[in-house]
């Protein structure tokens, strides 16, 4: 999700093959006026993805999901609990 800094601007992008591209929607949003752009993504862990939003010279960008305690905590714990549960046929 990307996000500029008045009500209702906001726009979906995509990293990977599909559209509209991160770029494209900066651009778009620039084009409206908007120059502090702000990119909230849903990455798991730094990576390709991540660099290629650090190339995109949006005014902030979220950091990758995983690296935070609470995602790793709670992969754990569906992993504790996926043990604990029968085998399903």
């Known amino acids: 999700m990307i996000f500029a800094w008045r009500p209702k601007s906001r726009a979906t992008a995509y990293c990977s093959a599909a559209g509209p591209t991160v770029p494209a929607a900066l651009a778009t949003l620039r084009a409206q006026g908007h120059r502090r752009i702000a990119v909230a993504t849903h990455l798991l862990a730094p990576g390709r993805f991540t660099d290629a939003l650090a190339d995109t010279a949006a005014w902030a960008v979220s ?17 504790a609990l996926g043990r604990l549960e029968p085998a399903r046929p």
């Not at 950091?63 to 754990?76: E, T």
């Open 63 to 79: 950091a990758p999901l995983a690296d935070h305690p609470l995602v790793a905590r709670i992969v754990l714990r569906r992993y």
